[in-house]
């Protein structure tokens, strides 16, 4: 069974910086693309960033300029580097990995808070 544990979320001010990471139970090959999503509370879960295996990223509009996804396949992790934090980044932040036949795993979330 497949289960991704995000950490490192947290409580910040505007302008700090947090860096979440993903570890996956499994070879991280295993999976085309790995994302980050968020979910602020009333609103829908959206992509902030994603990469895929070859290493091709794709940013939020939002985020663009201020967070960095990366992946380490000797760890079977992947990151966010969150810069710049602003109080619209508040969110429950989600790991997901899409396998090969587009089937999605989930991590349990992690929190992340901006005070202004």
């Known amino acids: 069974q497949v289960r991704l544990v995000e950490s490192g979320g947290g409580l910040v001010q505007a302008g700090e910086s947090l860096k979440l990471s993903c570890t996956i139970s499994a070879d991280i090959f295993r999976f085309n693309v790995m994302g980050w999503y968020r979910q602020a509370p009333g609103s829908q879960r959206e992509l902030v960033a994603s990469i895929t295996r070859g290493g091709s990223t794709i940013y939020a509009d939002s985020v663009k300029g201020r967070f960095t996804i990366s992946r380490d396949n000797a760890e079977n992790r992947v990151y966010l580097q969150m810069n710049r934090l602003k109080p619209e980044d508040t969110a429950v932040y989600y790991c997901?990995?899409?396998?090969?036949?587009?089937?999605?795993?989930w991590g349990q979330g992690t929190q992340v808070t901006v005070s202004s």
């Open positions: 997901n990995a899409r396998s090969v036949t587009t089937y999605d795993y």
